[in-house]
């Protein structure tokens, strides 16, 4: 039957797909991959990986690839819109960008004229904020945050106040060195590919995978050891490491004493005012105990001999000890016995031991020795850099949580006692961090920095270091909208973009005249308690008659669900459409060896009439007068954003793009503008790397060569080390605020929290909503996560993602769910304290007992992304977020505070516990809550 | 054209590492994307933003949880066409549209003779197969032969774009009649399964299982840890109270003086 | 399988037009029952409108029906192909029958003047009738070689397709027959429920196989595995369903499939056999009686043969 010798049909094995290729950067998710882009006839015909790009090297995720389909959106905006019908119901008339920016700069100037304080301006993911952030300083409100506060300032405040970085943008695991590897409660991170190519690497290399994760999927699939932990519980199993790696006495001292503050005396002088402050000298040098000369020394002159233990009598006769012994007795207390945080987290203590041990055999026994000679910042060199091969990666599923910022404090504590920071295998620091502890930028917004007509005297967002740094009037009452710096959320670097809308329509603590959004979709799956939220976008002032906030207006680039809720909008382009930065004023993509920024540049002209959102900011601010966005003859400084990325100076010779700075493009970070800087750009792939020297490769914060080059290149103020603190005084400024003994003092109704949470050195407590509801009704914690291939609410009106994933159902353990006699695809009604949804089930195996889990963001509103009203992600799809309270269930006091971290205030998504029941009925087809549809009743300009 | 070649020069085929497969759909929509670059021929999609979206892929991947009795665990598995040595897809063909080539073993439909009776596509086991109603003819994984015999591609270009694409590595090229090629050797040193071996159409393409786990591995190696003499170590206790501060201040007593003063 | 409904009208179509064709065709082999050639040519062109209706319903099928000819070229391997091209070939000596029996009709229309035609009537016949038996089973091998599809791949498909195509096509020749006026012999009648019920063990035989075939091979062999104790799925390639799904993974409702069993074994075998029992016995309900068998019969094939289809597994379906 078979014969050689075939005739087969020619066939074009050369083809050529494109006429022209550009790069870009991919903006399908915030990981920022280099694409190469493909176009014929104009079109966009093909996007794959970059190979030189130190992002990707080359690959590219599901999202990336369909970037096409995304690019030819039916729900993209086509038009500036004006409402005209009633908020939400979509019916707008199209204007044009004249009248838009009109409109726009009429609201605006009133508010800036009158009280900068009613313009709210909160942004999403847009990775522009060096930009928006100054553009709101310059306007003159401290009204202003980006997505952070509702996705992942825990992870960055805990970093930040505890060794100057944080995990993701802020550094990465040593991939290639690193010999056991600890996921914490992530699905996908914003280091998307890098992470994915990152674990193939690790699994090649047979280097162990531990994931601790309530739900075995992604990279729980391939790890080597799933932790199927009790959501909420990570604070308590890492401390429980601590604990067993201080049992087994398998601690780096010397690291310790280097390079944290662990052996820095701590006043133990109960009642007085600095009780749990750092003992100081006359200069204000911390002290510590030199057990080889017995005496009081500068604590930062570090030596071997300090202690790390032992009462210490200070020169006024009070007692103090190196903090380090407060900590080694809060982790060795029962309280994190393996036995005693077993039934708690849901891990086995046997468990526990075996992973501590681990860790200790993995850091101690593979300790790396690199042949690399470098220099300390006290002027010691080294022969050699030891590295502790153990790294982390954390995220959401710590964050997300009302203990994340301690839970995340105490992973950072486990890495540092390994001393797996910024060592060869351990984790490393991402320029331009580490930087001090935390960062020196404080807020601004405190009464008298608000001014009519006047800028901001400081950036809106920094970090707080005390209670007098708070943006709280005299009565202790929150000054910004989002009540973020105040006593409710001291430490909310990226303010509470999710407290918003509520704060805004129900006058607490004031109101605002224009809540001004970008990039985020704040009427769906980017807020709680959507039902409540969408009232609180309709509702009525009863005074005015009017709404409540009376003005929105949104830039977003399709029509989601929040477009019809908007007054006014300002259509943006996608993202191949527009000039963008990367930079390392904001979010940068560097990478350990090297500062890296990247720009996106236009590949296709817009085909209708949007315009990217920066540069319609850009020409607001000339409007508007803003200063730095206007010549002396009030004529508009910068024609688009291309022309501020290559011209604008935050500080002297420094701007939003670090590479080709100066006449002769050869400086890097610090220079003059150069007029073709992003022809530059253009011609290296749109990014630019700067090596970071080799000598100055780890110990960056300590590493003398590193801080020379950080602070020449404006990463750093100083050349001063950044000592890690394990102890935090600033928490304890707060505690002592508390007790009165400093002020300004919380008022009594926050005093009793302040005191609870403040405690300067991390600590596990339950999620707020676990302690407050009852544990019987509300059986299930009920998580979300990121499916690989879809950006939360971006990913559904693309045509070739949406076949992969248009329906979500509830994910539970198989044992569990036939003890509730459920099979799969039966619909359950999920019930929370605030509301329910209705649903459909689906058994598994690799999920914890007590957890229930969906995909997030897949549900979608009818008649929203351009899609047919009966599609599956209406009728199948649903979100927690309907289950999801804005505030926490009322306890002592009759004060709902919001559903966030006590410290940071990140909304504490994750904190979620329901109750799960079967629904018999056969007639049950639809998931619930089912919203009435949104419509797009748009009248075109020529017609109107 | 039916006739299937008596053998092969090549045995070109994707070798997909089960261990490492996350899951991403990286390649499913690469795949996508790359065989849609033809304007006449794109692979198809139906009903895109509407109720009952559908298309045409040439790559999917599954994800399920197995059980071996012992322990369960989670695993991706992309399928795509596995260029069988001996398939009947090809022999079922009326017309001489499916063939394999006699170069290199890729298995392809020639879409300007495909009468679009779909026998293939029941022929196959793998569900390889997907119809474009559009076009009315059948399509496949091609190999991206359009790809990797491109000159107008890099050499190192020259790769299937789901191989290219896959951001964990867990999709090799490469022939698998070349003993010394990187997936033969891998194939060989773990295990790579055939799927369906018993229906005898001998795919090219293999699978590498997924590696065993560590989790309890390093077990017996934390003996060897309390032993160790480098200073570090001694595990005295597994549970602590005020007994385990005291004698963790003790050995940190010592430890700071004696090694340093 | 997804039951595709051009494909049934196309067998059971098809199939009966051959069985008529290869029974016209016997007849005029062995010259059985010698009648005119006006009711033979009507024989013929019904036999030939059952064949084309079913070829032309069967290439609705086709993505690229224009195309259809390029089916005849690989014979050599694919049933597919040789299904058509016997198909093809079957019109010659079909038409060369009709011809001759035209002449015999009319014979000042005589165009082959040079030899005496009707005298090759019989190897016309024998052509007609072994081709025809010859692309049915070409059609029966198409489905019974699919190693894919258990259900299928089985001794007696080609069997039972042969059969059902004489089957059919042996009632219409009865009911053509009395039609006309000819009365039914006996011992042709039993012939014919004798027929009907040997299909009809043939096909209680098939379902119960069915009923216990295996793929042989499991979830675990299907992704590669060669002993898992459970394999589950968890997330689907593909949320809605697509061409694998509608085409490979139809599924009837077990209770579903018995009710239509039932239903089949009674209009395709049981009451047509009756029908003809009854015109043994009450000869002058002999019409009557065989257009009930004949109507019965068709209705008893199209749910049949959606059975054959419904009932059919697809390996693929394994991976969901
Ligand atoms: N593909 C894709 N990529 C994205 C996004 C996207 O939408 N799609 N979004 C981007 C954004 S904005 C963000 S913030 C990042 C977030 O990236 P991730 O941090 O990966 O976010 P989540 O998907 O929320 O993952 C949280 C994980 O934590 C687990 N988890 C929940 N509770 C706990 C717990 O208490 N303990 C532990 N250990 N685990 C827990 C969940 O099961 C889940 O696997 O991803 C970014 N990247
Ligand atoms: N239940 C639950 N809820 C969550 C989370 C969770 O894990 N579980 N995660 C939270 C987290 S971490 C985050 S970050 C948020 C994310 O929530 P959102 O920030 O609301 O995210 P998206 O849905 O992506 O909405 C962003 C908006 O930007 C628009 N957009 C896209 N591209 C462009 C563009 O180029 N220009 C402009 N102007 N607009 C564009 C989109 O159309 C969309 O309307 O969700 C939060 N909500
Ligand atoms: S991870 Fe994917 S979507 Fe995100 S930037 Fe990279 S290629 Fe684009
Ligand atoms: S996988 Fe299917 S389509 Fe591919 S060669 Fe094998 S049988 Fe043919
Ligand atoms: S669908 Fe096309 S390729 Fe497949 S068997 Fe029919 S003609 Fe051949
Ligand atoms: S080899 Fe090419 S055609 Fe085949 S699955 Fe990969 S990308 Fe698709
Ligand atoms: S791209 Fe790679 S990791 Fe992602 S699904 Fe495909 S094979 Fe798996
Ligand atoms: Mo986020």
Redesign the pocket.
Known sequence: MRKSGLKQPEIELSKSIADEVKTTTCYM???RCGIKVHLKDGQVKYIEGNRDHPVNKGVLCG?GAAGIMQHYSPARLTAPLKRIGPRGSGEFEEISWDEALVLATSWLSEIRNTDPRKLAFFTG?DQSQALTGWWASQFGTPNFAA?GGF??VNMAAAGLHTFGGSFWEFGEPDWDLTEYFML???????S?NPMKRAIGKLKNRGVKIIV????R?GYGAVADEWIG?K????GLFAGALIHQLLVNHAIDTDYLRRYTNASWLIINAPGDDDHGLVARDAQGNPLAFDLASNSLVNANLKSKNHALHGEVELADGREACPSFALIAERFLADEYTPQSVSEKTGIESKTIIRIADELAKTAFEKEIRLKQKWTDWTGETHEEMVGRPVSMHA????S??SNGFNSCRIIHYLQIVLGAIDCPGGFRYKPPFPKAVPPALRPAGKIDDVKAGKPLPGAPLGFVTSPSDLLVDDEGDALRIDKAYSWEAPFSAHGLMHMVIHNAANHTPYDVDLLFLYMANMGWNSSMDIPQTLQNLTKINQKTGEYAIPRIIYSDAYYSETVPYADLILPDTTYLERWDAISLLDRPISEPDAAIDAIRQPIVEPDRDVRAFQTVLIELGARLGLPGMVNEDASPKYIDYADYLVNHERGAGIGPLSGWRGENADQFAVGDPNPDQLKKYQENNCFFASPVPEEARYFKHANKAYLEWAKKHGFIGSENPIIFELYSESLQKFRLAADEKITPHPPAKHKQRVATYFDPIAFWYPPFEDSKTDKNTYAFHA??????????SWGSQNAWLRQITNANKLYMNAERGAELELVDDDWIEVTSHIGSVTCQVKLMDGCQRDTV?TW??IGKRAGAWGLDPASPEMRKGFLLNHLISALLPEKEGGYHYSNSDPITGQAAW?DLKVHIQKINSPNQQRSEPYFTPITAKITPRNTS | MTNLPSHTEKKLGLLIDLDICVGCHGCVTSCKEWNSTDDMLPLSDFDSYGDNPDGVFLNRVHGYEIDDGISSQTVHFPRSCLHCETPECVTVCPTGASYKRQEDGIVLVNPDSCIGCKLCSWACPYGAREYDHKQGIMKKCTLCVDRIYNEELAQEERKPACVLACPTSARLFGDFADPESEVSILSEKRGGMTLMESLDYKPVNRYLPPREKQSEKTENAINTFFASENGYVGRNQTQANNAGLDSFFTWLDDKLSSKNI | MNPAYSVILFTVLSGAGYGLLAILGFSAVVGLVMISPAINLTMLVVALVLITAGLVSSTSHLGRPERAWRALSQWRTSWLSREGVFAVITYVPAVLLGIVWITEISPNLRLFTLFNVSSYLWVLGGAGSILSIATVICTGQIYATLRTIPAWYYLLTTPIYLLLSVVSGFVIWMFLMSLFGYKTEPTVILMGVFLLELALILKWVYWRYVDRSDFGVTKADAIGFASLTKVQNLEPAHQTKNYLMREMGYQVARSHSVRLRRFASWTCFIIPGLCLLLMLLAPSYQLIGNMTAVVSLFVGLLTERWLFFAEAKHVVTRYY
């Open positions: 998710c915030a990981c999202k993911r997505h996705c992942s914490w409660g992530v699905a996908e991170d914003h998307s601790v994760n309530p739900v999927t932990i959501p909420g519980t990570d995220m959401r599923g710590i997300a949580h998580i979300s996560q990121r499916p690989m291939h879809m950006y939360h889990w997030n963001a994750y």
